[in-house]
C-alpha cells in the first residue's frame, strides 16, 4: 500500500528499533501522510501487519493521539494555537476570526474540502504568538489581518 | 542592564553562522567529543557531576546524579533518550536549538550517549515540530555521510547511531516514563515508579532520558575548563546559562540566554522591554503552566531553581509567560484546566476526575455561577490531586489552581459579588 519511496523509508524504520512495534508511532504518521491526512481501518490494518500487532492495539495507538485523524482533514488544515502564550496575545481571536471567515468551526472541513480547522494546545513557539501551523509549516506572529490575506491566498 | 550571557546561543547570534556540520565544525564543533573519546565514561559522568548541570527540561534534577545510576554490567543495552517533546506551554527554546544549532544538540548527546554506555540513542520529537524535524534528519544524515555516526566515529571504535524518533501530539509523552511507552510503540501512559528509566526504561533496559537543553550544555561543559565556567555562570546549586522563553505582554517576546543570577525584574524590564502598550504588570507564570503564579509585588527575586523554591513556586522548564493588569485571571486559568483537563491521560482517578471539575468550577464563576463555598472546593479540588498520581501532571493540574485562588481571590470575588 505504500508507495516505493515510502515503503523504504517504513523499512529503514523498522530496521532501526529492538522490536517491530517501537516503530508503529512513526510509521503510521507515513501512512497518514500516504492517505492525505488521515488513516482508514485498512490502513491500520496494514501497519499492524508490519508491526506484527494486533488492529485493537493499533486502534488503542491512533485514538490517544492528537495527531491522528480518522476523517479527512482539508487540503489546508489550520491548525491555530489558543494555549496560554497565545491567547494572552489574540490567539482566542484569531481562531473565532478563522471560523468566522471560513464559516465552519474547528473540528470541521469547509463544505469544498479546502479548509480545516483544528484549535490547538501549546505548539512550541509561544514567544513567537499567537503562532498555528499550517499543514507542515509554522506561521509565527499572526494577525488577524495576515490570517485574512493567507486565507485569501490559499483560496484562490 | 541584564544582558544575555552566550553559551548555548554563540552560534545563534552570530549573523554569518552556517548550521551545517561544516559551519558547526568551522566554529570548533565536535572537538569536544573528540576530546570525550579520550577519557573513561566515568570520568565524563564525573565531569558532569562537578559542573553542578541540572535538567531543562522542568524538574531540575543533577543531570551527572542521574547518569551515575545507570548500571553497568546488566548483559542488555543501556539507551539514552532525549526528550525533545517540549509541550509545556510557555516552553519554546529546545525547538530553537534544534532549528538553529542542531549539532551544538547532537555533539552533546553523542558525549551523554559515551558517558551512559549507550550504542543507539533516540531523540523522541513532538510530531508538530516539522521543520525542527527537518532540521535533525539533515544534521543526522551529514554525520553519518561523515563518519562521526556509525561503526568508528573520530577512529573511536564507539560504534553509536542515533535516531530521530517523531511523536504523535500528546503532552503527557513528555513526562519520562509516558515518554517510553510511547517509543516503544503504545499509548503514552505513565508508569508506576519504581521502577526508575535507569533500572527498566526503554523496552526494559537501562535508560536515561535528558532534556534537548540539557543535553546541549554538555559540548562546553566538557570542554577546556568548561566546569569553572559554567559554575560560575549561578549562585552555588544553580550552575550554567538557561534559555528562557519569554511570553505574554512584555514588548520584545522571545527565547533568551541568561545566567542564573539575572533578577526577574530585569528579564521583563530589561531583556522583555517592559510591558507592552503602557500598562502595569499584575503577575506572572514563572516556569511553564505547570508553576504556581506569581503576583508582580513578587517578581524582585533570582530567576532560578532555588530562589524560586523559596517563594512555593518553581524554576520548571525556564518558560516566563508575563500578564498584565487588563488580565483577566479566572479566564487566565479557564484556559490552563482545560489544557489540563484535555491532556490527562485518564490512568489515575484524582487526575482524570480533578482536571475536569476544576474546569467546571471555573466555568460556573465565568457564567456567573460563582459563590465562596465554589472558590474553596475549587481549592480542594487542587488540594486532591496534589501528590495522589502515578506521575507529576497532577500536581502540575493542581499548583495553578491553588496559587490562583490564593494570589488573586478578589479577581474570582469579582463574578459574583454584586449578585
Ligand atoms: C506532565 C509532564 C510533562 C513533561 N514534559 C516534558 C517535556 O516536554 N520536555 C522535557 O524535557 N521534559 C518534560 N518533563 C520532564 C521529564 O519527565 C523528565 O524529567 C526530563 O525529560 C528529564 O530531563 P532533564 O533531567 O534533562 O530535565 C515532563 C514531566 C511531566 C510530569
Ligand atoms: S501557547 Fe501557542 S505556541 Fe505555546
Same mark, same amino acid.
Given at each position: 500500500?505504500?508507495?516505493?519511496?515510502?515503503?523504504?523509508?517504513?523499512?529503514?524504520?523498522?530496521?532501526?528499533?529492538?522490536?517491530?512495534?517501537?516503530?508503529?508511532?512513526?510509521?503510521?504518521?507515513?501512512?497518514?501522510?500516504?492517505?492525505?491526512?488521515?488513516?482508514?481501518?485498512?490502513?491500520?490494518?496494514?501497519?499492524?501487519?508490519?508491526?506484527?500487532?494486533?488492529?485493537?492495539?493499533?486502534?488503542?495507538?491512533?485514538?490517544?493521539?492528537?495527531?491522528?485523524?480518522?476523517?479527512?482533514?482539508?487540503?489546508?488544515?489550520?491548525?491555530?494555537?489558543?494555549?496560554?502564550?497565545?491567547?494572552?496575545?489574540?490567539?482566542?481571536?484569531?481562531?473565532?476570526?478563522?471560523?468566522?471567515?471560513?464559516?465552519?468551526?474547528?473540528?470541521?472541513?469547509?463544505?469544498?474540502?479546502?479548509?480545516?480547522?483544528?484549535?490547538?494546545?501549546?505548539?512550541?513557539?509561544?514567544?513567537?504568538?499567537?503562532?498555528?501551523?499550517?499543514?507542515?509549516?509554522?506561521?509565527?506572529?499572526?494577525?488577524?489581518?495576515?490570517?485574512?490575506?493567507?486565507?485569501?491566498?490559499?483560496?484562490? | 542592564?541584564?544582558?544575555?550571557?552566550?553559551?548555548?546561543?554563540?552560534?545563534?547570534?552570530?549573523?554569518?553562522?552556517?548550521?551545517?556540520?561544516?559551519?558547526?565544525?568551522?566554529?570548533?564543533?565536535?572537538?569536544?567529543?573528540?576530546?570525550?573519546?579520550?577519557?573513561?565514561?566515568?570520568?565524563?559522568?564525573?565531569?558532569?557531576?562537578?559542573?553542578?548541570?541540572?535538567?531543562?527540561?522542568?524538574?531540575?534534577?543533577?543531570?551527572?546524579?542521574?547518569?551515575?545510576?545507570?548500571?553497568?554490567?546488566?548483559?542488555?543495552?543501556?539507551?539514552?533518550?532525549?526528550?525533545?517533546?517540549?509541550?509545556?506551554?510557555?516552553?519554546?527554546?529546545?525547538?530553537?536549538?534544534?532549528?538553529?544549532?542542531?549539532?551544538?544538540?547532537?555533539?552533546?548527546?553523542?558525549?551523554?550517549?559515551?558517558?551512559?554506555?549507550?550504542?543507539?540513542?533516540?531523540?523522541?520529537?513532538?510530531?508538530?515540530?516539522?521543520?525542527?524535524?527537518?532540521?535533525?534528519?539533515?544534521?543526522?544524515?551529514?554525520?553519518?555521510?561523515?563518519?562521526?555516526?556509525?561503526?568508528?566515529?573520530?577512529?573511536?571504535?564507539?560504534?553509536?547511531?542515533?535516531?530521530?524518533?517523531?511523536?504523535?501530539?500528546?503532552?503527557?509523552?513528555?513526562?519520562?516514563?509516558?515518554? @517510553?511507552? #510511547? =517509543?516503544? /510503540?503504545?499509548?503514552?501512559? *505513565?508508569? +508506576?515508579?519504581?521502577?526508575?528509566?535507569? $533500572?527498566?526504561?526503554?523496552?526494559?533496559?537501562?535508560?536515561?532520558?535528558?532534556?534537548?537543553?540539557?543535553?546541549?550544555?554538555?559540548?562546553?561543559?566538557?570542554?577546556?575548563?568548561?566546569?569553572?565556567?559554567?559554575?560560575?555562570?549561578?549562585?552555588?546549586?544553580?550552575?550554567?546559562?538557561? @534559555?528562557? #522563553? =519569554?511570553? /505574554?505582554?512584555?514588548?520584545? *517576546?522571545? +527565547?533568551?540566554?541568561?545566567?542564573?543570577? $539575572?533578577?526577574?525584574?530585569?528579564?521583563?524590564?530589561?531583556?522583555?522591554?517592559?510591558?507592552?502598550?503602557?500598562?502595569?504588570?499584575?503577575?506572572?507564570?514563572?516556569?511553564?503552566?505547570?508553576?504556581?503564579?506569581?503576583?508582580?509585588?513578587?517578581?524582585?527575586?533570582?530567576?532560578?531553581?532555588?530562589?524560586?523554591?523559596?517563594?512555593?513556586?518553581?524554576?520548571?522548564?525556564?518558560?516566563?509567560?508575563?500578564?498584565?493588569?487588563?488580565?483577566?485571571?479566572?479566564?487566565?486559568?479557564?484556559?490552563?484546566?482545560?489544557?489540563?483537563?484535555?491532556?490527562?491521560?485518564?490512568?489515575?482517578?484524582?487526575?482524570?476526575?480533578?482536571?475536569?471539575?476544576?474546569?467546571?468550577?471555573?466555568?460556573?464563576?465565568?457564567?456567573?455561577?460563582?459563590?465562596?463555598?465554589?472558590?474553596?472546593?475549587?481549592?480542594?479540588?487542587?488540594?486532591?490531586?496534589?501528590?495522589?498520581?502515578?506521575?507529576?501532571?497532577?500536581?502540575?493540574?493542581?499548583?495553578?489552581?491553588?496559587?490562583?485562588?490564593?494570589?488573586?481571590?478578589?479577581?474570582?470575588?469579582?463574578?459574583?459579588?454584586?449578585?
Amino acid at each position: 500500500m505504500f508507495s516505493k519511496e515510502i515503503q523504504n523509508q517504513v523499512n529503514n524504520l523498522l530496521s532501526r528499533y529492538p522490536f517491530k512495534q517501537n516503530a508503529l508511532i512513526p510509521i503510521l504518521l507515513l501512512a497518514q501522510k500516504e492517505n492525505n491526512g488521515w488513516l482508514t481501518e485498512e490502513w491500520m490494518q496494514h501497519v499492524a501487519d508490519c508491526c506484527e500487532v494486533p488492529l485493537t492495539h493499533v486502534e488503542g495507538v491512533v485514538t490517544f493521539y492528537t495527531m491522528f485523524r480518522l476523517k479527512p482533514p482539508g487540503k489546508y488544515h489550520l491548525q491555530v494555537c489558543t494555549c496560554v502564550p497565545c491567547c494572552l496575545v489574540g490567539g482566542t481571536e484569531l481562531l473565532e476570526y478563522t471560523e468566522k471567515k471560513l464559516n465552519t468551526h474547528a473540528g470541521y472541513t469547509t463544505g469544498d474540502g479546502l479548509f480545516s480547522i483544528e484549535e490547538m494546545e501549546c505548539i512550541g513557539a509561544c514567544s513567537y504568538a499567537p503562532a498555528m501551523i499550517v499543514n507542515e509549516d509554522y506561521h509565527e506572529q499572526v494577525t488577524i489581518e495576515k490570517m485574512g490575506k493567507l486565507i485569501d491566498k490559499l483560496s484562490k | 542592564m541584564a544582558e544575555e550571557t552566550l553559551v548555548l546561543f554563540k552560534n545563534i547570534r552570530n549573523p554569518k553562522y552556517s548550521k551545517s556540520l561544516e559551519g558547526y565544525k568551522k566554529a570548533g564543533g565536535y572537538h569536544t567529543l573528540k576530546k570525550v573519546f579520550g577519557m573513561k565514561p566515568e570520568e565524563v559522568v564525573q565531569t558532569v557531576k562537578d559542573s553542578g548541570v541540572r535538567g531543562r527540561g522542568g524538574a531540575g534534577f543533577p543531570t551527572g546524579l542521574k547518569w551515575s545510576f545507570m548500571p553497568k554490567g546488566t548483559g542488555k543495552p543501556s539507551y539514552l533518550i532525549a526528550n525533545a517533546d517540549e509541550s509545556e506551554p510557555g516552553t519554546c527554546k529546545d525547538r530553537e536549538l534544534m532549528l538553529k544549532d542542531p549539532h551544538l544538540f547532537l555533539e552533546g548527546m553523542m558525549i551523554g550517549c559515551y558517558a551512559v554506555g549507550c550504542h543507539h540513542g533516540y531523540i523522541y520529537i513532538r510530531g508538530e515540530f516539522f521543520p525542527a524535524i527537518k532540521s535533525l534528519n539533515t544534521a543526522v544524515e551529514e554525520l553519518y555521510a561523515d563518519g562521526l555516526l556509525g561503526p568508528d566515529p573520530l577512529g573511536s571504535g564507539f560504534h553509536l547511531d542515533l535516531t530521530i524518533h517523531s511523536g504523535a501530539g500528546a503532552y503527557i509523552c513528555g513526562e519520562e516514563s509516558a515518554l @517510553l511507552d #510511547s =517509543l516503544e /510503540g503504545k499509548r503514552g501512559q *505513565p508508569r +508506576v515508579k519504581p521502577p526508575f528509566p535507569a $533500572v527498566s526504561g526503554f523496552n526494559g533496559c537501562p535508560t536515561s532520558v535528558n532534556n534537548v537543553e540539557t543535553l546541549a550544555c554538555m559540548p562546553f561543559i566538557l570542554g577546556d575548563d568548561g566546569v569553572d565556567a559554567f559554575k560560575s555562570f549561578g549562585p552555588q546549586n544553580n550552575s550554567g546559562t538557561h @534559555l528562557v #522563553s =519569554l511570553s /505574554g505582554h512584555v514588548k520584545k *517576546p522571545g +527565547v533568551y540566554e541568561l545566567r542564573m543570577d $539575572v533578577n526577574m525584574k530585569d528579564i521583563i524590564y530589561g531583556i522583555g522591554g517592559g510591558i507592552r502598550n503602557g500598562k502595569k504588570l499584575k503577575g506572572v507564570i514563572p516556569g511553564g503552566s505547570s508553576s504556581s503564579v506569581m503576583t508582580a509585588d513578587e517578581v524582585d527575586v533570582l530567576y532560578n531553581f532555588d530562589e524560586l523554591a523559596k517563594i512555593d513556586t518553581m524554576l520548571g522548564s525556564s518558560a516566563m509567560m508575563v500578564f498584565d493588569e487588563d488580565t483577566d485571571v479566572v479566564q487566565l486559568l479557564h484556559r490552563i484546566t482545560r489544557f489540563y483537563a484535555h491532556e490527562s491521560c485518564g490512568q489515575c482517578t484524582p487526575c482524570r476526575e480533578g482536571t475536569h471539575w476544576s474546569r467546571n468550577i471555573i466555568r460556573d464563576f465565568l457564567n456567573g455561577n460563582g459563590s465562596d463555598e465554589k472558590l474553596r472546593r475549587l481549592d480542594r479540588v487542587g488540594g486532591n490531586m496534589l501528590g495522589t498520581t502515578l506521575c507529576a501532571l497532577g500536581d502540575a493540574a493542581a499548583l495553578p489552581i491553588q496559587s490562583f485562588v490564593k494570589k488573586f481571590p478578589d479577581d474570582f470575588r469579582k463574578y459574583y459579588a454584586n449578585k
